[in-house]
């Protein structure tokens, strides 16, 4: 018999890592963005509501600040490093990401709270009074919903906004993006060298990125990953890792 542990070792399905895709900004570059987090060491929320618990209530008379705490995150993605390049040029995505990111150990970020998305099933279109039963913790316990209500997403019918006769036009499902976030109101997720697996930008851009930041190996996400298993063991080997990681 196999012990869980060593099976799950070698699920190519199931990734050790994390991974933050920056995107650009009306002031920055996707490159900047990057370099102003690894500077930093700290992945910030963005300033986006993604939590679809939003449209369980009324939320024009709420304050910029209970919005974002209640239904704002910092983002992430378990998708593995060979298939990272599926989530970039997704025609008419509302968030145009780039190639450039920070690739996390999963363990370690799962003790900064974050968390994989909770997933409400619409598919049969009853999850609207759902969403609208968790909003009211916005007035009951702001606490509990800060928490809680950042980490909530919808696959199937969109949610019958609060009021209306019928729900939107069109379905949705993110799924396969494999979401996890730290919810808005920890303040982004703080991380040191040891937290990070390697980077990801254009490979002609490694170069100077590696120069700029030498306690970090990058890889372009659009090649495929045994294009730099060299880079790859020797993280694997830097951190300690037990999974296969090429």
């Known amino acids: 018999m196999r012990s869980i542990d060593d099976i799950l070792l070698f699920r190519g399905d199931i990734s050790p890592f994390l991974v933050h895709l920056t995107k650009r900004t009306q002031q920055s570059s996707a ?43 910092t983002c992430f993605t378990e998708t593995p490093l060979d298939e990272i390049h599926c989530l970039l040029e997704v025609q008419y995505r509302n968030i145009d990401l780039e190639p450039y990111g920070l690739v996390f150990l999963k363990n370690n970020l799962a003790k900064k709270a974050v968390s994989p ?32 209500l950042p980490l909530f997403a919808v696959f199937g019918e969109k949610i019958r906004p609060l009021g209306a006769q019928a729900a939107p036009v069109g379905r949705v499902d993110f799924r396969w993006e494999r979401e996890w976030r730290q919810p808005y109101h920890k303040g982004g997720v703080e991380f040191a060298e040891r937290d990070v697996f390697v980077g990801l930008c254009p490979n002609e851009e490694i170069d ?27 993280s694997r080997q830097r951190l300690d890792i037990k999974a296969s990681v090429v």
Do not use: C
């Open 31 to 73: 490159s900047d963005v990057l370099e102003r987090i690894i500077r930093d060491r700290k992945v910030k929320p963005g300033a986006s509501l993604v939590s679809d618990i939003r449209f369980g209530g009324f939320t024009n008379q709420m304050e910029e600040d209970d919005l974002k705490s209640f239904f704002g995150a």
């Open 208 to 234: 100077a990125f590696e120069a700029h930041f030498p306690g970090i190996l990058f890889v372009d996400p659009r090649r495929p990953m045994k294009w730099y298993a060299t880079k790859l063991i020797d």
């Open 117 to 148: 998305v909770l997933y409400l099933n619409n598919e049969a279109g009853d999850k609207s009074s759902v969403a609208q039963e968790l909003f009211r913790l916005t007035e009951t316990n702001g606490r509990t919903a800060e928490k809680l």
